[in-house]
């Protein structure tokens, strides 16, 4: 008798992917020019001293790396990592503890799962990363859109969407900086009146900030965690924008009590981290410059992105509105309303250019919207031309 079962809701493929869409499309197409992929550059990545770090980290004591590595992660990776966080970034020390993780993707599981009682909320952007809205409702809790502006999440809607709740507030997850999709960057008059309003309310903040150090200005806004006199802040960094992301590699910084509780819901599911790429990135930071090797990720991002703008405005519709990013990898572009922005898609679809529906980071689960998400990282420059050439033309074509 064949086996009958139905999975879960939350494990059945619902809805439309727009992410996967221009994947799984522009495979197909000869040619294709993808602006979906949040992939960092490959020429960003320190390839040769990573071949270094590896060969020398398997050969010096292989049986330790070989071995299951301390629950917490590497210590001298740890060690490092706050040793960085504390004087680059101004983080506490006091109270606080530190979790490698499997790049800060993991981690956007681990909180929900760890700080959450099913129906539980948390508040978030109105378009943010989709696996953290995602993360959400698979622990049963609830994610509720908040809006913003170019400054990011608007208090005084975070205050709305807190009272209609009603108490089931939990967490507020923000990417205070150059923000996936939408670029922004949150100032710290923003922060600062965010973090007073999670005071009022009992919430704890989730800083998600992977790209904070990839700034295309001189001027980082300081981190919520730098300032978080309550000890509320839960932050994940990571190393997969500055060094590489196939190493996996990122990290959970925060109240050591709500730290350790999180160590031991991952341990019940996926135990240790690989000692092998741990040691390998801690290898980098002891023999790399690793502040140059982020300004350099950080030189070519801007050349991209000052590229990708560029081309827009010598080929594009003036009535076409972007976020321009300070940092990061992603570039927000708005139609005006009369554009269905559906057909504009398929018609850069039809001429071998993807970018992504802004509909695929809505925490509301919208299907429609006027906004894409472009990414300027992994294309090559020559692309970044050819392809917002095409966009911009096109948009010309629909605005008249
Ligand atoms: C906002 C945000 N958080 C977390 C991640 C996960 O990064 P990683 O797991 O590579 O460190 C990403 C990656 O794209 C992201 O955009």
Redesign the pocket.
Known sequence: MKFEYTLPEKAQLKGPNFIREVFERGAKIPGFISFGI?NPASEAIPVEAIQKAFDEVVHTNPIEILQYGPMMGDDRLREQTVERLVTVRHMPKEGQQLLLS???????GLVPRTICNPGDEVYMDTY??T??IGAVKNMGAIPVAVEGDEAGMDPDALRRAIKRGGGKGRYIYL?PNF??PTGVTMPLSRRKEIYAVAAEYGLFIYE?D??GEICFTDEIVPTFKSFDEDNRVIY?G????TLS?GL???YLYGPQEVIEAIQRIKNSSDGQMPLVTQRVVSHLLDHIDYDAQIQQVSRIYKEKADLMMQTFRTHGSSEVKFIEPTGGMFIWMTMPEQVDCDSFFELCMDHKVGIVKGAAFATDGRTTCQDFRLSFTFPSKEQIETGMKIVGQLSKECIK
């Open positions: 949040g499997i790049g800060a993707g993991q981690d956007l943010t990363f696996s953290a990417i923000q996936n998600d992977p790209y994940a990571s190393y997969s924008k992301a996996r590699v990122g």
